[in-house]
């Protein structure tokens, strides 16, 4: 049965609306409440980027509610949507649906209410961030969800909401905003690992990838630009690390005892190779002169590299001693094999394969023995598995199985498992891709781990 609701109190919230337009019987959407729930939806008919920061409140029942702000392609019930919703536990999600009449899915997120949360679109990208009140506020999912240009943007609240749902609430609007207008926008950000809270370490209107945790702790290392810069865990401002003339790309790191960083990247008129420069920058050192290489592992005593490399149009997993010398070849499978990784203890390599058809995570002996599959769960395009420092866990990135390659702007999870193999557990999603999580990238303490996310919006 449809059941109605009381008006939404609204402190200050400009809709070109005069009243609450209901859109119900939402009857599709029955994992937001129980049975077939209306809704009420205060919109302001939008067109292009937006964003609507809203203070949501604890429901005053205690099951799921949708209470939060809304994303609409149109008013039809069946509608392409995303929206905050509130769960029994006080815990948020961010619910979508994709296509009209198509499944609605939901992202967990550590955030509770009550809380800030600011859902935002720019272009097909739909963001959310969230924080205690008074807090700033930090990522929490972004994923894609593709609207038409003029959509409805508002306020939506379900039966089982009490009246008070909202607080103060503000609508921003750039407008229709052309791909050439659009900047990439990387956020560094660190992920607790027990309770998925995220936090950004620095946000800039330019691109940058693949952070290394160093060994205090203290710092990441990321590149942009062809160059390598550290920064404070707590924030403030990049600092060069010079590498003299090789221009950069993201696959590098720091060695165990923290003294060298690995760089892979490419001279004047020449492909990557991979060479080390001391910790605090200097004159690069070659390691592999034969290209393209790309570095991706340190062993644990700091003696051997391990990494990708293009040999006669094939990419296979290789090691070199880190004074350089004759690289050793530990796969031959057809098919790409890519990024490597000792564990800690020095005795396998994790490395990610296509040779199943489908990109995996599989695990070796550290002379190339005993090669077998460890991605486990849904089938998924898995990349760059990174040991935690104990050596129990794995986190790498996964696209969709559909995704070739590992390019930049998509959807993508980090997921955590058991080294072991276990089924994984998804820990953030968001926009990225290329240059998210490349590299290690593991808090010293286990605790948690750096990565980049992307938005593309408009320029200022």
């Known amino acids: 049965m449809t059941r109605s609701l009381r008006a939404i109190a609204l402190a200050s919230f400009a809709l070109a609306s005069p009243a609450l337009a209901q859109v119900g019987p939402f009857s599709s959407v029955t994992n937001i409440g129980s049975g077939v729930e209306a809704i009420h939806f205060q919109w302001k008919q939008v067109a292009g980027d937006v964003s609507i920061t809203a203070q949501v409140e604890q429901p005053g029942s205690r099951t799921k509610a949708l209470a939060g702000p809304m994303l609409r392609a149109v008013l039809d019930p069946d509608s392409p949507f995303a929206c905050v919703v509130v769960q029994d536990d006080g815990h948020l999600a961010l619910a979508f649906r994709r296509t ?17 949360v600011k859902l935002s679109r720019h272009g097909a990208v739909i963001s959310l961030e969230a924080g205690k009140p008074g807090a700033p506020l930090q ?21 089982n909401t009490r009246a008070r749902s909202f607080r103060t609430a503000t609508l921003e609007e750039d407008g229709i905003v052309a791909a050439a207008d659009r900047a990439v926008e990387s956020t560094l950000e660190t992920v607790d690992i027990d309770s998925g809270e995220r936090r950004i370490v620095y946000r800039a209107l330019q691109h940058f990838e693949a952070p290394n945790w160093t060994p205090d702790g203290r710092s990441l290392v990321f590149n942009s630009g062809g160059k390598i810069y550290s920064i404070s865990v707590s924030g403030g401002a990049p600092q060069l690390i010079p590498t003299g003339e090789v221009r950069c790309n993201n696959d590098h790191g720091i060695s165990p005892d923290g003294k060298w960083l690995a760089i892979s990247g490419s001279l004047p008129r020449g492909q990557s190779q991979i060479f080390v420069v001391p910790i605090a920058g200097g004159e690069p050192r070659l390691v592999t002169p034969r290209m393209p290489s790309y570095w991706h592992g340190w062993s644990p005593d700091g003696k051997t590299l391990a990494y990708c490399a293009s040999r006669d149009g094939e990419y296979d997993v290789y090691t070199i ?13 057809k098919g790409l094999d890519d990024g490597p990784e000792y564990s800690p203890s020095g005795s396998l390599i994790y490395f990610n394969s296509v040779r199943s058809g489908l990109m995996r995570i599989w695990a070796m002996d550290k002379d190339g023995a005993n090669q077998r599959m460890i991605s486990q769960g849904p089938e998924a395009a898995d990349w760059f598995a990174h040991f935690s420092p104990d050596g129990k866990w794995i986190a790498y990135i996964s696209y969709d199985k559909s995704v070739e390659g590992h390019p930049a702007n998509k959807d993508v999870v980090l997921n955590l498992a058991r080294a072991d193999g276990s089924s994984p557990r998804r820990l953030v999603t968001l926009f990225g891709g290329q240059g998210t999580m490349n590299v290690p990238s593991w808090s010293p303490d286990g605790t948690r781990f750096a990565f980049v996310s992307y938005r593309l919006v408009k320029k200022r």
């Open 100 to 116: 009209a009449a198509g499944p609605v899915a939901e992202v967990p997120l550590a955030a509770t209410a009550p809380a800030t």
């Open 139 to 159: 990522p929490a999912a972004a994923l894609t969800v593709a609207l038409p240009d003029e959509a409805y943007a508002g306020l939506a609240a379900s039966s």
């Open 321 to 333: 001693p880190v004074e350089g010398g004759v690289e050793r070849r530990l796969t031959t499978a």
